[in-house]
């Protein structure tokens, strides 16, 4: 085992299991003293920590069967986007308020880098937090999955894929994306585009399928012309509407991803000439402030999300409190707001 570019003798966890003949979450729960193994798996892990000499983590020793009191909400952004996206704000402000009621520390995360990462799992194998909430998680994150091996419990803002297998509180994406198209059909437009968000991530991914099926239930023909990706910035925005300018001078409406990427999109527009609504429409995902606050303010389809926050941590108190292997799903409903940009 390497620490800190130091080579040490001390078995890992990941050794125990593998000698044991079992996963790494099992061993964490054997160690811990949870219930929730069975005596076959438990008489294996204790002889591998015995035949290995594996002594666990002091402080995660000390913790067991108690609790922490703590819970992490990990956002894998830095400082600047953090501060910059109100979606983040909103998570935060429904994690820390359903928390609070129920008199557990909010702990917040920002994983930068993969060293980090590491050192966060280190973390929370050292028992820590009684469970995790992470938000903006991509499509290849294993941090997930390696939440739940430790036999932590864990809910996501979002999901990974359409199989998640861990909790999660999402909103309704695929329909965001067709609401803002049959608005913007129903008010004549034709040539519809859209920036999409990363799309390794499945929210983004699920706009874009709402936005292609909205222009099918429109008899409108797709065209991947009308398709440029962005990343959930502002500056991303810009990019990928230079992007439809150049490719799709004729295009006179924009579904963008959130409200942000809408903003960006909207200072290249007025640098273009173009007049929003008159030329081209406008329509953003999220309704936060940026919304509200544009010129013209943007129609936006809105989703709950500090209400997606407070469910998210109260289904991981839940799941602290009764130690199920449930893993709850829920998809919160969008609606779309119109203001003057469409």
Do not use: W
């Not at 129920?102 to 050292?126: C, G, N, P, V």
């Amino acid at each position: 085992m390497v620490v800190s570019g130091r080579q040490t003798g001390r078995p890992t966890l990941e050794e125990v299991a593998a000698r044991a003949g079992v996963g790494r979450g099992t061993v964490s729960r054997v160690i811990n003293g949870s219930p929730r193994v069975s005596e076959q798996a438990k008489a294996a892990v204790d002889r591998a920590v015995a035949e290995l000499g594996y002594v666990p983590n002091r402080a995660a020793r000390a913790l067991a069967g108690s609790r922490t009191d703590a819970v992490a909400l990990v956002i894998p952004e830095t400082e600047a986007r953090l501060f910059a996206e109100p979606y983040f704000l909103d998570i935060i402000r429904g994690v820390s308020a359903e928390l609070a009621d129920a008199d557990k520390q909010l702990l917040l995360t920002l994983i930068r880098s993969e060293k980090e990462r590491q050192r966060f799992e280190q973390y929370l194998a050292a028992q820590r937090v009684d469970g995790v909430l992470l938000v903006s998680v991509h499509a290849d994150d294993p941090l997930p999955d390696q939440v739940r091996a430790l036999g932590l419990p864990a809910v996501l803002n979002g999901r990974r894929s359409a199989a998640e297998p861990v909790a999660y509180v999402d909103s309704d994406n695929v329909g965001a994306g067709r609401s803002a198209v049959a608005h913007l059909a129903g008010r004549g437009r034709r040539r519809i585009s859209t920036v999409t968000g990363p799309l390794d991530m499945y929210v983004a991914r699920c706009r874009l399928d709402g936005y292609r099926q909205g222009l099918a239930e429109a008899g409108l023909a797709a065209d991947d012309a009308l398709v440029a990706t962005g990343d959930f910035t502002e500056e991303g925005g810009r990019r990928a509407m230079r992007e439809l300018l150049a490719r799709t001078p004729d295009l006179d409406a924009v579904f963008a991803a959130s409200d942000v990427m809408a903003a960006g999109a909207r200072g290249v527009l007025r640098e273009a000439g173009r007049r929003v609504p008159e030329d081209v429409a406008l329509v953003g995902v999220d309704d936060s402030a940026v919304a509200r606050h544009m010129d013209p303010p943007l129609t936006s389809v809105r989703q709950p999300i500090e209400e997606m926050g407070r469910t998210m941590a109260r289904l991981l108190l839940q799941e602290i409190a009764t130690a199920s292997e449930e893993q709850p799903r829920r998809v919160l409903p969008t609606e779309l707001v119109v203001r003057d940009s469409s």
